[in-house]
């Protein structure tokens, strides 16, 4: 009975120890992404701010529906279709299957961020996208930068909004899935995956 028992303490250390490294993987992955998210809201969330600082010029009427239509725009085709239906499950279950002490590879752990993004180890349709939505947002904002006044400031508050969304979207799904246990339904796009089906 004491060797079994000490068989036994020993598999529940291994087990929390694994439990534990899990955790930590997957949250620094998700919480990785939305790093990256925030210094990128830190950066333009001033320009956006521009026109209702004191001293700056003001907006017209027209000028601030644009400001609120886009928005709302944002917020709906970035913040809610883009992110919080696609992006952000997809970021949360790739994170979940970070497992260092199970096989995952070390430089999975060390990316998680960007494994968790897509953007290695997944499906060839997965790369492709998540590729070409990285490249095509540098894209669009290196054409936006060149806006004049206040249009640059009226698309980055569109950014703004969606990009928080975002943020909110991929912490809320995390907490459900790790901390609160509830299933997250979402293919990871693993390579695996498709390969099986080859």
Request: aromatic share 10%.
């Amino acid at each position: 009975m004491r060797g079994g028992s000490t068989i036994s303490t020993r598999d529940s250390i291994s087990s929390a120890l694994r439990d534990v490294t899990n955790f930590a993987s997957s949250l620094w992955a998700a919480l990785g992404v939305v790093a990256i998210l925030g210094k990128s809201i830190n950066r333009i969330l001033p320009i956006a701010l521009e026109p209702f600082r004191n001293g700056g010029p003001a907006l017209s009427p027209i000028q601030l529906g644009c400001y609120i239509a886009i928005s709302i725009w944002f917020a709906y085709a970035e913040g809610y279709k883009g992110f919080h239906l696609r992006f952000s499950p997809l970021v949360v279950a790739r994170a979940q299957t970070i497992k260092p002490l199970q096989g995952t590879p070390i430089h999975h752990v060390i990316l998680g961020p960007f494994y968790a993004m897509g953007l290695f180890h997944a499906t060839k349709k997965r790369k492709i996208v998540s590729w070409s939505v990285s490249l095509g947002v540098g894209l669009i904002v290196a054409v936006v930068k060149r806006f004049p006044y206040p249009w640059r400031n009226i698309v980055d508050a569109g950014v703004i909004v969606g990009l928080s969304w975002g943020s909110l979207s991929i912490v809320g799904i995390w907490f459900k899935s790790a901390v609160l246990g509830q299933a997250l339904v979402f293919d990871p796009a693993l390579p695996e995956k498709c390969d099986r089906k080859d």
